[in-house]
């Protein structure tokens, strides 16, 4: 069956501006979760989304925020983009006690 | 708070010789531990996962880990590492409902393999 799927896989955008990226999660799977990889801070949770509602949420500003479609298809949303907010950002899909990363989105805000 | 620590930045060995990474974790419950590696660029894969019962598990790729609850670790090893094993590696522990929806990672650990 097919993987995890983010798209685009890269992006560069600037400082001020907003950004979405995409997740399409294995078929099946109701659980979403986002995380933020960077050389300084390590990968670290963002959010979690299930059947459309965010479950969990990591210790980011309200610039990050999310949503979830009916299909279990998410997006994230960053606003206001900061240079900080250079990173890998990588999706996993949940399912039978183990989670499955996409290949990640990375962002180059400059 | 929960947290994981990977003592070992660097790792460096020579190809055919053994592996050991280092993880330790703080968690007030039973904990559920997960190891992913990650080449360049890419996501992440799972290599093993532990949530009860034998304590030493196996993963893919020829790696398996032990949880010893009395020293908070879990080391992955791997008796003969291979050229392809070069990447990074992560402990995790899941924060949330074990479905591994929710994980907080160690700092990961980047292996290097001499020829």
């Known amino acids: 069956k097919a993987g995890v799927t983010q798209t685009p896989r890269y992006l560069i955008k600037t400082r001020g501006q907003q950004v979405t990226l995409s997740c399409s999660p294995i078929s099946g799977h109701r659980s979403v979760s986002w995380y933020q990889q960077t050389p300084g801070q390590g990968l670290q949770f963002l959010f979690e989304y299930f059947s459309e509602t965010q479950r969990n949420k990591g210790n980011f500003p309200g610039r990050f925020s999310g949503r979830q479609f009916s299909n279990s298809r998410s997006e994230m949303n960053v606003s206001t983009l900061e240079l900080g907010d250079s990173a890998l950002y990588l999706c996993?899909?949940?399912?039978?006690?183990?989670?499955?990363f996409g290949q990640g989105t990375r962002l180059t805000v400059v | 708070a929960q947290s994981v620590t990977q003592p070992d930045i660097h790792i460096t060995v020579s190809e055919g010789a053994s592996l050991e990474l280092r993880c330790n974790y703080s968690y007030g419950a039973t904990p559920y531990l997960f190891w992913y590696v990650q080449s360049p660029g890419q996501g992440l894969q799972l290599l093993l996962k532990?949530?009860?019962?034998?304590?030493l598990v196996q993963g893919i790729k020829g790696f398996e880990a032990e949880f010893k609850r009395s020293q908070s670790s879990f080391n992955l090893r791997k008796p003969s590492v291979h050229w392809s094993d070069a990447a990074e590696y992560f402990c995790a522990v899941d924060d949330d409902n074990n479905a591994g929806n929710m994980l907080t990672f160690g700092g990961g650990t980047r292996l290097m393999v001499k020829p």
């Open positions: 532990y949530f009860s019962g034998d304590t």
């Open positions: 996993a899909s949940s399912g039978e006690n183990e989670a499955f």
